[in-house]
């Protein structure tokens, strides 16, 4: 059975600090891996997904990598802003199933 | 272009009502799913729809259902409702049902039930 963890739970940084978000997955049988962050109250913002068959993609200060033999996804923000407080949570497609797995999420706030 | 639309936005009901969501996906989107997101239980899958059918459906009980209309609109409806049913419910779309698809989320409709 697929599991998604994220740690930490929480994390607070002076803004301008580059950070690393991780996400594990107990099983590489997965078709890709999406990143998304979530404002209190709000619905989910994708940031960036990554294919199976991809190392990792870019946005702005946003880079997402995929290693599948050691089941580990990371988010590295760089220059991190105020702005760029949310709660950040992957997920997983496996391909047994066609529901996304999910990971609890890392709740970010980033100190002015 | 706009984005995924869930109405509405929030909505207060009492146990043993039941209530109606409604979700229209990115234009030219033809999958939708629908997701439950508690402090609990985190986020939940329900259900998907693709081409008016319903394609997969989470361990929810059967007061919990859907239904995809010809023009990839979607509804959710919860019937005689439980405390437990309060939650953010998300509606994500998909321009197709492949493996590759990602997925985009409207703002969720917050459901309190008292």
């Known amino acids: 059975k697929q599991e998604v963890t994220q740690i930490p739970a929480a994390l607070s940084v002076p803004e301008g600090e580059n950070l690393v978000l991780n996400c594990s997955f107990t099983?590489?049988?997965?078709?890709?891996l999406q990143w998304f962050r979530q404002d209190p109250g709000k619905g989910l913002t994708s940031l960036l997904l990554i294919q199976s068959s991809q190392r990792e993609q870019t946005s702005g200060r946003l880079n997402a990598s995929l290693d599948k033999s050691s089941g580990r996804s990371t988010l590295y923000i760089a220059a991190s802003q105020p702005g760029d407080s949310a709660t950040y949570l992957c997920a997983v497609r496996p391909t047994s199933n066609y529901q996304l797995i999910w990971g609890a999420g890392t709740k970010l706030i980033i100190k002015p | 272009k706009a984005g995924v639309t869930q109405t509405p936005r929030y909505l207060i009901k009492t146990r043993g009502q039941q209530v109606t969501l409604s979700c229209s996906p990115i234009s030219g989107h033809r999958s939708v799913s629908w997701y439950q997101q508690t402090p609990g239980q985190g986020l939940q899958f329900l259900f998907e729809?693709?081409?008016?059918?319903?394609?997969n459906k989470g361990n929810f009980p059967g007061r919990f259902s859907g239904r995809q209309f010809s023009n990839s609109r979607s509804e959710m409806n919860v019937s005689t409702l439980e405390l437990g049913d309060s939650a953010l419910y998300l509606c994500a779309s998909s321009l197709s049902r492949g493996q590759s698809g990602e997925l985009f989320f409207g703002e969720g409709s917050r459901l309190t039930v008292l």
């Open positions: 729809y693709f081409s008016e059918t319903q394609r």
């Open positions: 099983d590489s049988a997965i078709y890709n």
